[in-house]
């Protein structure tokens, strides 16, 4: 039952996070980086810490009562996670839903896997696997091989994205995506993908956070397992550094290309693209603050971010479709698309198997 719940939550945390971009296509007259800001002020500002106060009452006594070492590694994982999600944003709007979706998490879910034990194999942990142990179990074997078809499925995906680019007329493209750009925006996508990974360590090095909410919580609740929400108080921490990245960089674009302007200009509907952005924003933060219910429920922290990944990929391309965003494409590109997300999928279900195991 424990893991049922576990799933049900990581799928409803897949939801927000493939369909939080929705809320976005509905703002008028505004620049990327104006309500990619707005967003994220209620994304990794204003949601977190209210999330946290409502969950965990005494969370910013947690944070203040944490090692120095824990809070900057914790804050720079978000730095370092928010500049993945800003290519995040630039790699959706340029490739689409479906495409940006698949490529960014396809390698954000690799990188999630491999770049923990590389690590360990030069800062060695007791509790942690190494890239060496991993080549010498069968879990670990097992990991690289879903490593690997994601890989392949991530090929597959960008050949269907070269493949639409030659078929559909520049009229059509704009048509599905208004801003497509393949190799721009897998440039983009492969390194959102990589930094992005960059949330799970925040998670992990954040982790003594979760567990003194988590150990509070069960003396309150004994024989109840684990606290759902013991992840909401490590969130803000890492949202911190987001914020850092995201608006150092919207600050930057909106002097570059004069956009100011966006937030106080009353020709354009103000209200509209305030509330649009919010629900984007929240609807995102959304997403982590089910995956720590699911992470609670499932225990194993990677395979919780693989499912994770499974279930945002899913959810990203029902959208991506619904759009029409490869309406007038020929069978064989479809095709190709499809063989390459139903790759991805099948790789993180092999991951997080090998992880179990």
Same mark, same amino acid.
């Given at each position: 039952?424990?893991?049922? %719940?576990?799933?049900?939550?990581?799928?409803?945390?897949?939801?927000?996070?493939?369909?939080?971009?929705?809320?976005?296509?509905? #703002?008028?007259?505004?620049?990327?980086?104006?309500?990619?800001?707005?967003?994220?002020?209620?994304?990794?500002?204003?949601?977190?810490?209210?999330?946290?106060y409502l969950t965990i009452p005494n969370f910013a006594d947690i944070? +203040?009562?944490?090692?120095?070492?824990?809070?900057?590694?914790?804050?720079?994982?978000?730095?370092? @996670?928010?500049?993945?999600?800003?290519?995040?944003?630039?790699?959706?709007?340029?490739?689409?839903?479906?495409?940006?979706?698949? #490529?960014?998490?396809?390698?954000?879910?690799?990188?999630?896997?491999?770049?923990?034990?590389?690590?360990?194999?030069?800062?060695?942990?007791?509790?942690?696997?190494?890239?060496?142990? /991993?080549?010498?179990?069968?879990?670990?074997?097992?990991? %690289?091989?879903? !490593?690997?078809?994601? %890989? !392949?499925?991530?090929?597959?995906?960008?050949?269907?994205?070269?493949?639409?680019?030659?078929?559909?007329?520049?009229?059509?493209?704009?048509?599905?995506?208004?801003?497509?750009?393949?190799?721009?925006?897998?440039?983009?996508?492969? #390194?959102?993908?990589?930094?992005?990974?960059?949330?799970?360590?925040?998670?992990?090095?954040?982790?003594? /956070?979760?567990?003194?909410?988590?150990? +509070?919580?069960?003396?309150?609740?004994?024989?109840?397992?684990?606290f759902l929400f013991q992840n909401n108080v490590t969130y803000v !921490?890492?949202? @911190?550094?987001?914020?850092?990245?995201?608006?150092?960089?919207?600050?930057?674009?909106?002097?570059?290309?004069?956009?100011?302007?966006?937030?106080?200009?009353?020709?354009?509907? %103000?209200?509209?693209?305030?509330?649009?952005?919010?629900?984007?924003?929240?609807?995102?933060?959304?997403?982590?603050?089910?995956?720590? /219910?699911?992470?609670?429920?499932?225990?194993?922290?990677?395979?919780?971010?693989?499912?994770?990944?499974?279930?945002?990929?899913?959810?990203?391309? /029902?959208?991506?479709?619904?759009?029409?965003?490869?309406?007038?494409?020929?069978?064989?590109?479809?095709?190709?698309?499809?063989?390459?997300?139903?790759?991805?999928?099948?790789?993180?279900? !092999?991951?997080?198997?090998?992880?179990?195991?």
């Amino acid at each position: 039952m424990q893991a049922i %719940l576990g799933i049900i939550f990581h799928f409803i945390g897949g939801f927000s996070s493939g369909s939080f971009y929705i809320p976005f296509k509905k #703002v008028k007259g505004w620049a990327w980086e104006s309500y990619w800001i707005v967003g994220g002020l209620f994304s990794w500002l204003i949601v977190p810490p209210l999330a946290a106060y409502l969950t965990i009452p005494n969370f910013a006594d947690i944070i +203040a009562a944490q090692s120095s070492n824990i809070l900057q590694l914790t804050f720079l994982m978000g730095i370092l @996670w928010g500049i993945g999600g800003l290519t995040y944003g630039l790699g959706v709007r340029y490739l689409g839903m479906s495409l940006g979706n698949s #490529v960014v998490l396809g390698f954000c879910s690799a990188f999630g896997s491999l770049l923990p034990p590389i690590f360990y194999n030069f800062y060695p942990e007791a509790d942690k696997t190494s890239f060496t142990q /991993m080549l010498a179990t069968d879990g670990g074997k097992t990991v %690289l091989l879903g !490593v690997v078809i994601c %890989l !392949v499925g991530i090929f597959f995906c960008g050949k269907a994205g070269m493949m639409k680019e030659k078929e559909l007329s520049e009229e059509a493209k704009k048509q599905s995506v208004q801003e497509f750009d393949l190799i721009k925006g897998l440039l983009v996508a492969i #390194v959102s993908g990589i930094l992005s990974a960059c949330f799970n360590f925040g998670i992990e090095a954040g982790k003594p /956070m979760a567990n003194i909410a988590n150990q +509070a919580w069960q003396v309150l609740n004994p024989n109840q397992g684990n606290f759902l929400f013991q992840n909401n108080v490590t969130y803000v !921490v890492i949202l @911190w550094g987001g914020l850092t990245s995201n608006f150092i960089w919207c600050m930057i674009l909106n002097f570059r290309n004069k956009t100011f302007t966006n937030y106080t200009d009353i020709k354009k509907p %103000l209200f509209k693209n305030y509330l649009f952005s919010a629900l984007a924003g929240t609807t995102w933060f959304l997403q982590f603050f089910f995956y720590g /219910m699911g992470e609670s429920k499932l225990g194993n922290g990677a395979s919780s971010w693989i499912l994770h990944m499974a279930f945002i990929i899913l959810v990203a391309n /029902m959208w991506g479709l619904l759009l029409k965003e490869w309406k007038g494409v020929s069978k064989p590109t479809f095709n190709t698309f499809i063989f390459g997300i139903i790759a991805i999928i099948c790789s993180v279900i !092999v991951v997080g198997y090998g992880n179990s195991i």
